[in-house]
């Protein structure tokens, strides 16, 4: 299988520096189970929208179907996640431009 890369939106970086070294280094063990399989997390209403579970925290992340590209959209509690899922709906079409888009 193809290895994807991996993008992060602006905001996951905002997040991903603020938050715990644990958690970082978590995140960056699942960018590498991702990369090479993608289907790793749990769908979130659509095959392309996906979540990866840490402790009380989910990472969301957008995985291209026409290119071997990952999106990192977000990381954050349980409490937050349908006001992500909802942002990433209604924003949907912007996230698959840019991942198609180079």
Known sequence: M????????????????S?????REWITKMKQQIKLN?????????????EKKF???RLYFIV???KPRILLVSYASKK???KIIDYVILH??????FLNSF
């Open 55 to 57: 402790e009380n925290k």
């Open 38 to 50: 993608p289907k790793a997390g749990k769908a979130l209403h659509f095959d392309w929208f996906r």
């Open 80 to 82: 937050e996640q349908q």
């Open 64 to 66: 291209s179907i026409k």
């Open 19 to 23: 938050i715990t070294e644990k958690e």
């Open 92 to 97: 949907k079409d912007e996230f698959v431009e």
């Open 2 to 17: 193809q290895e994807h890369e991996i993008y992060e939106t602006e905001t996951f970086s905002k997040i991903f520096d």
